[in-house]
């Protein structure tokens, strides 16, 4: 299976990558090309089977120009054990169902008349029973809303960031040679290792050996920690010397354990009772930080403020306070605090994700990513770099677990790491970055390979001459059509490379002829669908809505915002359907009322869908009237099922975005839903039900919608159960999203809302697509995790998708892979732009096979092994109860902490705790994970909130999900000069991060902490009133208006730099991102704030530091009672 690729490139220089792109180079013009085989007609080119074997070739070095990190040494112990492979999750693929119900043939409407009395048009030819109807009539008696439990909110938490990327690697052939020699070397106790002859070829300084945690063991257990890794080896271990593993160390010996000593009975998964375990721990002296340590896992117990009904007043902080009790109640902890110190550890000891993330961005502002770089580590998902496409694509566009392939199925099961992509296909490249290609090959198509089908790339091979190129996929060597035939030059180079975008970047974009076409590309229609129920009207929903609409399609000026040629079509639906004539010839737009919503049909051809420019003013005081002409409106029960099938119609030949605002469970017309939520249900076996849909109407209405190319955003007001798990279908089978709002306040929420409508329709957007991800020979896909649709095993249907969708691959060996070759991935998306045009975007990504453990290791990625690991647990979730799913979290992170314990530091003692550089951070982020609402304990969380959250998780990009889980937080009381202010590309340099507890807190200061869906602004109690002043233009914290959504612009320095950090951090989220003042001890969000600071106790779960503590206890467990497994694998003896 192992095609070498030497066999294949006959021709080829040796050594030598005939097209391989220089770093730092791009190539203009898109090339013509030549005619191609033809492609398979019809649906957009499928793409046969899976590659065969073969990566591309010797690389031809492309270290890049820049300085390069230094390549870390390696930990080369040989690999000897296989251990089971990781999990897989099963995806759920949807069959597809028949198409049932078609366009009905619309029929022009009736007369133009005032809004307010709106008559039922003239139906001509229509079925008596389609009689359109005037507002207003079919309206039931005055119906209060349901009765329903009124939610309860909890506070969300997050986490947030980095991991560190290490290692590096270099040029195959010469690497190889090393890693023979250096076969017998050894870990020092630091984790550096001892220099084998050779090694000296490697770049002198940086490598970054293996975090080390040590503790000594014995009665007292003394913990201390190195966190450095380039801090010298602490007390007493001889540098470059292991110490002697203590043979025989009885896990269950305080004396040989040094975590566990004192609570050697404690589940690792059970937080510690009141009054023991590590209480929050209280400033380091001479920090200033604060001298109250809050307490928040008590914040957490008090009972959540259960919401108010929408119609009364908003209910913010104010009246909260009182429960708030600011100081008394974190004085307890701090007496636990005393008490418990004996097992104190020093956070500070720790791996810091803030010290990872301030080091890698600071590593590069200093210069950009070169991407077919083999010395650099990917910049961390938290990095604001700037990428150069050198032959490989940009890491926002894919990620991998590891950069290093394992070349063996075993070697992959020894590391316990999973093997997985991320790919967020349409990711938004930095401004400074350089656009993507478009080529147009003609009527031909672009150049693929016969067998399968892969796109023309970099990494294929031309030979004999120029007159065939070798598919670096399945290593089919195809001729050349002489329409795109070039000579090589003495090294195996087209002469006509720098002009062919497509044989030099990662990523390029194909214009495509009309086989690649479903249906006429058209540019996009956005339909925004309305309630105008009770509910809607009660909670101000509808008022917002408007202003939401106006703002996010027209700029100040009136010009629409969406891409050239968009439409817009505007319905309101209750118990009926109201449609909308808006046509630009009319003086004011024409309702047309369809009641009978159990046989949907489309009232009227033309008008329907406008060009918001020319239709500007009938759609913004259609929209303007909104509000009075539903005022009464006393209809309850939304038919959103019947307006999807209607929109359905309506666009079923063009395709494009419906977004809907939808406030209870629809109890009426098709897809009606029973209130099936049973919160005793919650944290049992039964809970999952919940999660699933309660029938299929909504999951084939969605299916159908995917053939139309129609892709729905849901705006959820829930004030009572609304079932997320059923309604949710159709944005997570159409690539849409879902936002919820439970309990509606205007005042509270209403900033939130119009600003996530905005970035709704502003994200870039594609519609009527179908992903497919390839690989290269020795390697398969076998799942697919996000939201989607599958028809077979391979596609990804995408009714629609925008920027910030992802989707996670699982990979797995379908055989050896040849470590002298790269392995291969191609992620194919085909797809219509927002603006009507059909293309192809293909991502290229080629990376080195390992056959060494540590290299494995060394070039892992936490980042993305924490996404691709939510969205498998998520997809678990529904199988099985969630504390097995979180279980089955810890223990993954154990098994592969221990896997690189046994394999890469085998001779270190047991009591030290020794973590991979890359994977140094891996603790805290499993943790943070367990304190996701999608996966946290606690009855608290509803179904709802429950299963959005965990398809929310299913979509996430890398970069947004770091900081979900691990929140970004600053202080902002003392800005120096140089943060806080745009540079010309756009950028803005922050204050130095601090880490998410409370400890670190100083009540005297102000900070902002921010996780991607939310922005607080924390004022500590003592924060100086020349800082309100300056920021608030009050002078103490009671003037302070924590209800504000946006500061005040006052044009003092401070107020500036921070409206201006905020203003940066808006920019790079892909939500809208709520402004929460939160004031110390006064503030009820202030709850919401602390289950943010995910370092501490709190979220049902430990602290950072018990968990470490744990996870330390289980991998000496897991070292100490299998520590030979390592010599059982077959593979070592093969
Ligand atoms: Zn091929």
Redesign the pocket.
């Known amino acids: 299976m192992s095609g070498p690729y030497t066999n294949v490139r006959p021709g080829a220089s040796p050594g030598v990558r005939p097209n391989m792109p220089p770093p730092g180079m791009r190539p203009m013009q898109p090339g013509v090309g030549p005619a191609r085989p033809p492609v398979n007609g019809q649906h957009p080119p499928q793409h046969p089977g899976q ?2 074997p073969g990566g591309p070739g010797p690389r031809p070095n492309p270290v890049s120009p820049q300085g390069a990190r230094p390549r870390p040494p390696l930990p080369n112990q040989q690999i000897r054990t296989a251990s089971p492979g990781p999990g897989q999750h099963p995806t759920g693929a949807h069959a597809h169902p028949p198409h049932h119900g078609s366009a009905q043939t619309p029929t022009p409407m009736g007369t133009p008349g005032s809004a307010s009395q709106m008559t039922s048009p003239p139906h001509q030819g229509q079925p008596l029973h389609r009689s359109a109807t005037p507002l207003g009539q079919n309206i039931p008696p005055q119906q209060p809303p349901h009765a329903q439990q009124p939610y309860q909110q909890t506070p969300q938490h997050q986490t947030q960031q980095p991991t560190p990327p290490p290692v590096s690697m270099d040029q195959n052939g010469a690497m190889n040679g090393l890693y023979n020699q250096m076969s017998n070397m050894t870990v020092g106790s630091n984790g550096a290792m001892d220099q084998p002859q050779g090694f000296s070829q490697m770049p002198p300084q940086g490598p970054q050996p293996p975090t080390e945690f040590k503790a000594k063991t014995g009665t007292r257990a003394k913990r201390v920690f190195a966190t450095d890794p380039s801090a010298p080896p602490s007390q007493g271990q001889p540098s470059g010397m292991p110490p002697l593993p203590q043979a025989g160390a009885n896990p269950y010996d305080p004396a040989s354990q040094p975590y566990g000593a004192q609570n050697p009975g404690q589940a690792w998964n059970q937080p510690p009772a009141p009054g023991q375990g590590y209480p929050q721990q209280p400033p380091a002296s001479g920090q200033g930080y604060p001298q109250q340590p809050p307490a928040p896992y008590q914040q957490q117990h008090q009972p959540p403020a259960p919401y108010q009904q929408p119609q009364s007043q908003p209910q913010m902080a104010p009246q909260m306070a009182p429960q708030m009790a600011p100081q008394s109640q974190f004085r307890p902890n701090q007496a636990q605090a005393q008490a418990g110190s004996k097992s104190r550890i020093d956070p500070d000891q720790i791996p810091s994700p803030v010290a990872v993330q301030e080091a890698d961005q600071q590593e590069w502002d200093k210069m950009p990513f070169v991407t077919n770089s083999r010395t650099h580590a990917t910049p961390l998902a938290s990095t604001d770099f700037m990428a150069v496409d050198g032959g490989n694509c940009n890491p926002r566009f894919f990620r991998m677990t590891t950069y290093n392939i394992p070349s063996t199925e075993d070697l992959l099961n020894t590391a316990q790491l999973p093997m997985g992509l991320v790919i967020q296909p349409l990711a938004k490249l930095r401004a400074d970055e350089a656009p993507i290609d478009t080529v147009d090959f003609g009527d031909s198509g672009p150049a693929r ?1 016969r ?4 796109y023309i790339n970099p990494y294929m091979i031309f030979t004999n001459g120029g007159q065939r190129f070798v ?1 670096n ?4 060597e195809n001729e050349v059509d002489p329409s795109y035939f070039c000579n090589l030059d003495m090294n195996g180079r087209r002469l006509d490379l720098d002009q062919r975008p497509e044989l030099r970047n990662g990523t390029i974009e194909f214009a495509v002829p009309k086989e690649y076409w479903n249906k006429t590309p058209a540019p996009a229609a956005y339909v925004f669908a309305i309630d105008v129920s009770w509910n809607a009207i009660q909670s101000g929903m509808l008022v917002q809505a408007v202003e939401g609409i106006k703002n996010a399609v027209w700029d100040e000026n009136g010009a629409s915002r969406l891409v050239p040629g968009a439409q817009i079509g505007i319905l309101t639906y209750d118990k009926n359907i109201h449609f909308y004539n808006l046509s630009p010839g009319l003086e004011q737009a024409q309702m047309m009322v369809v009641p009978d919503v159990n046989d949907v049909f489309v009232p009227l051809s033309d008008g329907f869908l406008v060009n918001p420019e020319t239709s500007q003013a009938l759609v913004v005081s259609l929209l303007d009237m909104l509000p009075q002409l539903f005022a009464e409106n006393k209809t309850t029960e939304p038919v959103i099922g019947a307006v999807v099938q209607a929109v359905r119609m309506a666009l079923e030949n063009r395709g494009g975005k419906l977004i809907m605002f939808q406030t209870s469970l629809p109890t009426y017309g098709p897809g009606a839903l029973k209130h099936r939520d049973d919160s005793k249900l919650y944290g049992t076996d039964k809970e999952r039900t919940l999660y699933a849909p309660q029938d299929d109407f909504y999951r084939k209405l969605a299916e159908q919608c995917v053939d139309a190319g129609l892709c729905i955003d849901l705006f959820l007001f829930p004030n009572a159960y609304i079932d997320v798990a059923t309604l949710g279908c159709l944005p997570s089978i159409t690539g849409g999203e879902t936002l919820m709002f439970p309990n509606f306040n205007a005042a509270r929420d209403g900033a939130k809302f119009t600003g996530n409508i905005a970035k709704i329709v502003s994200r870039p957007f594609g519609f009527n697509a179908l992903m497919r991800v390839r690989c290269s020979t020795g390697l398969r896909i076998t799942e697919h995790f996000g939201n989607f649709h599958m028809k077979n095993s391979t596609d990804l249907e995408l009714a629609g998708i925008d920027s910030e969708k992802a989707f996670g691959v699982l990979v797995k060996h379908d055989g050896k892979l040849d470590e002298k070759t790269e392995a291969s991935f191609q992620v194919a998306l085909l797809y219509t732009t927002a603006d009507g045009l059909r293309r192809v975007r293909v991502h290229n990504f080629s990376t080195p096979v390992a056959s060494l453990l540590g290299n494995v290791f060394r070039w892992a990625d936490m980042d993305t092994t924490i996404n691709f690991l939510s969205k498998g647990a998520i997809a678990q979730g529904l199988s099985k109860p969630l504390n097995e799913v979180r279980d089955a979290l810890t223990e993954k992170c154990v098994k592969i902490l221990s896997a690189y314990r046994k394999n890469c530091a085998s001779s270190t003692a047991p009591g030290q705790l020794i973590l991979p550089e890359s994977f140094k951070l891996f603790p805290l982020y499993a943790l943070t994970l367990l304190k996701s609402k999608s996966l946290r304990s606690g009855k608290d969380i509803n179904s709802d909130m429950r299963v959005h959250q965990m398809r929310m998780l299913k979509g996430m990009g890398v970069s947004e999900s770091i900081a979900f889980f691990y929140p970004r937080m600053i202080p902002v009381h003392a800005l120096e000069e140089t943060v806080g202010v745009e540079d010309q590309t756009g950028r803005v340099f922050l204050p130095q991060l601090v880490r998410v507890s409370y400890a670190r807190l100083n009540p005297a200061g102000a900070y902002i902490l921010e996780n991607g869906q939310n922005l607080y602004l924390w004022l500590g109690r003592e924060v100086p009133s020349e800082f309100l002043m300056e920021v608030f233009g009050v002078a103490t914290l009671d003037e302070v208006d924590s209800g504000m959504h946006y500061l005040p612009k006052l044009s003092t320095p401070t107020s500036t730099q921070i409206r201006t950090i905020m203003s940066y951090m808006e920019r790079q989220r892909p939500k809208y991102l709520n402004l929460v003042v939160v004031r110390q001890g006064k503030d009820q969000s202030e709850i919401e704030f602390s289950n943010q600071l995910v370092e501490d106790k709190n979220n049902d779960a430990m602290s950072y530091v018990d968990y470490l503590c744990a996870i330390h206890r289980m991998i000496q467990t897991e070292v100490t009672t299998r520590p030979h497994e390592v010599h059982t694998s077959l593979w070592t003896t093969r």
């Open positions: 590659p065969g390979c067998r399968c089908k892969a598919c996929m399945c290593l089919f």
